[in-house]
């Protein structure tokens, strides 16, 4: 395209959005250029905020029709490259921030994809209802970009990912139409089920503009505990004692080893160790439950000793009060913000089953700090659902530059052994630009021409979010 074409669909989509609402200015985009770690940074035409399901149409019908690529964004806190663009339009959703919804009774809410996740936990308990997903950036993420990446976090284990929390959605697709499929119903078998092709997508397929939400009824006792365990193995044995005697209000279990810890409490001024003596890894667990009068305390307690007696635990802190609750939820939730001071870090969102997390984490440090001496294994994560943070900090010895530029022979190890033990090089953090490459060598070669005829199909010119993912 001439730059006098540029200009001119410039020209369009401010007439869309609003001069407020639209920049071409370096400087007022440079925000949106970069991913969250800064290992990628983009170009772009212009960001644009549309307010309304047919501002984003419109915007998107012009672009298609000029052959510019259009980049969804949300709150912009994928970790692997999604939302970085290259020669496009950033179509930024923060806008589409209203609640259009609230049916308690049904179970659901229905919302604008630019509302914010905790503004939406927040609606849900207003209602007496719980919106159950919950991220440790759920401060500034945003709904849409959740349901773009088919977000986990700690809650999963119970309630599911994104994807299982979502009864259905409204899509501006590649071509600048609106797929109205906001439904609130639980049984609708009337062919494909669409909604899943987009969630989990990326923005490849079309930009999520609004999503109607499973509600679920709002938790009347919860019993918070951080527990010391002497090993990996140990902590599994924990898991497995617990979802025996607490099937029905077991909603979190996540792994934390020693390091990870120290790291919070070096670096964030409010924490504190829980416990008195120090363990090789720790747990954080947390039951909830309907009945307001049952004793989940004394039976988490019970629990406990039975696992401490069978050599499983070394030791075990039960929250007395809600201040308590919160300190302990923050050495989880803080721990992706506190190992950004330890400089560079090569993050692997794996998953394996269940019971080979254990031996996944005795095979892959050594395979690790084999390819790397000195390196800090900073490993945690959803132990319940089999998600692990598998991130190897840079030596102290080497600066970020080396490291990171052999941080591509670190992926193989770890993919490589991912695949061995039947897992996936992605769990929860999505595809986007950092694993593309490891995608086609790990994924299905069949899934893979399967993803392609269906991009091929809905976005034929390549203008929704190109280069991610495929």
């Known amino acids: 395209m001439t730059v006098a074409d540029i200009s001119a669909l410039l020209e369009t989509l401010r007439g869309i959005v609003g001069n407020r609402h639209m920049t071409s200015d370096p400087a007022e985009m440079a925000l949106r250029l970069v991913e969250d770690r800064g290992l ?53 959703t923060d806008r589409l921030n209203r609640i259009h919804d609230m049916d308690a009774l049904n179970g659901t809410m229905t919302v604008g994809a630019g509302c914010i996740l905790a503004d939406l936990r927040q609606a849900a308990a207003k209602a007496d209802r719980l919106f159950a997903l919950s991220l440790s950036s759920e401060g500034s993420c945003q709904i849409g970009g959740n349901l773009a990446t088919n977000a986990g976090g700690s809650n999963v284990l119970r309630y599911g990912n994104a994807r299982n929390l979502c009864l259905g959605l409204e899509v501006v697709l590649p071509d600048g139409r609106v797929w109205n499929g906001l439904s609130g119903l639980r049984k609708d078998n009337t062919g494909y089920d669409l909604k899943n092709l987009f969630i989990g997508a990326e923005g490849t397929l079309g930009i999520i503009t609004a999503a109607t939400l499973k509600l679920h009824p709002r938790p009347r006792r919860e019993e918070t505990a951080f527990l010391g365990v002497p090993s990996a193995e140990a902590a599994l044995a924990v898991y497995d004692r617990l979802r025996a005697a607490h099937a029905d209000t077991l909603s979190m279990f996540e792994y934390i080893e020693r390091f990870c810890l120290e790291t919070v409490l070096r670096h964030l001024p409010d924490a504190c160790d829980p416990m008195e003596d120090t363990h090789a890894a720790y747990v954080l667990v947390e039951l909830a439950g309907l009945d307001a009068d049952a004793d989940l305390a004394a039976r988490l307690e019970t629990t406990l000793a039975e696992a401490i007696e069978a050599g499983e635990l070394s030791d075990a802190v039960i929250a007395q009060s809600l201040s308590q609750r919160q300190s302990l939820r923050a050495l989880r939730e803080d721990m992706s913000e506190a190992q950004k001071a330890l400089g560079g870090n090569a993050k692997h969102d794996i998953s394996v089953p269940v019971s080979r997390l254990s031996d996944f984490i005795r095979v892959a440090v050594p395979a690790c700090q084999k390819e790397i001496r000195g390196l800090r294994p900073f490993v945690f994560g959803h132990f319940g659902d089999g998600n692990l943070h598998f991130n190897m900090i840079q030596p102290v010895d080497m600066s970020r530059v080396d490291f990171e530029a052999r941080a591509k022979d670190l992926h193989r190890v770890v993919n490589d052994i991912v695949a061995d033990f039947g897992g996936s090089i992605s769990a929860e953090h999505g595809i986007g630009l950092l694993k593309r490459d490891a995608l086609r060598r790990y994924k299905d070669p069949v899934a893979l021409d399967l993803m392609a005829r269906i991009k091929a199909l809905l976005d034929p010119i390549n203008i929704m979010n190109p280069g991610k993912v495929l």
């Open 40 to 92: 990628f940074t983009g170009t772009a035409h212009a960001v644009v905020r549309p307010a309304t399901t047919q501002e984003v149409a419109d915007c998107v019908r012009h672009c298609a029709k000029a052959g510019v690529p259009v980049v969804p964004q949300g709150g912009n806190t994928g970790v692997a490259g999604g939302g970085v663009p290259d020669g496009a339009v950033v179509l930024v």
